[in-house]
């Protein structure tokens, strides 16, 4: 199995950027396609963005972060990213990082998701 740990969460301005990374360990993250999910108290997690796991291979966005954030993936560092640019204060959440190997999966359900990181908080203010 797969431990994922992130971090680069923290306090930024509306506007402002944030990069949140996604160390992996136990195996490489070319066995899975990775997403990023954020969730606020009270709701349910969101997805935000994934990545399949080979190079070049697809990318998906939430529609609420398109053009704003980008997700990318080291294999080499098995560590993925998210760059998080133009931030808004909607976007307050804990991000969660996630592994999956479900062939066929759209990366959008979190069901379809294996392993999870313990969360970094990312806290927009206006």
């Known amino acids: 199995q797969v431990q994922l740990i992130e971090s680069g969460g923290g306090l930024v301005q509306a506007g402002g950027s944030l990069s949140l990374s996604c160390a992996a360990s136990?195996?490489?993250?070319?066995?899975?396609?990775m997403g990023w999910f954020r969730r606020n108290p009270g709701k349910e997690r969101e997805f935000v963005a994934a990545?399949?796991?080979?190079?070049?291979?697809?990318?998906k966005y939430a529609d609420s972060v398109k053009g704003r954030f980008i997700i990318s993936r080291d294999n080499a560092k098995n560590t993925v990213y998210l760059q998080m640019n133009s931030l808004k204060p909607e976007d307050t959440a804990v991000y969660y990082c996630?592994?999956?190997?479900?062939?066929?999966?759209?990366?959008?359900?979190?069901?379809?998701?294996?392993?999870w990181g313990q969360g970094t908080q990312v806290t927009v203010s206006s």
């Open positions: 996630a592994a999956g190997t479900l062939y066929g999966s759209t990366m959008e359900r979190d069901r379809d998701y294996d392993y």
């Open positions: 990545s399949q796991r080979w190079p070049g291979g697809s990318r």
């Open positions: 136990g195996r490489t993250i070319g066995d899975y396609y």
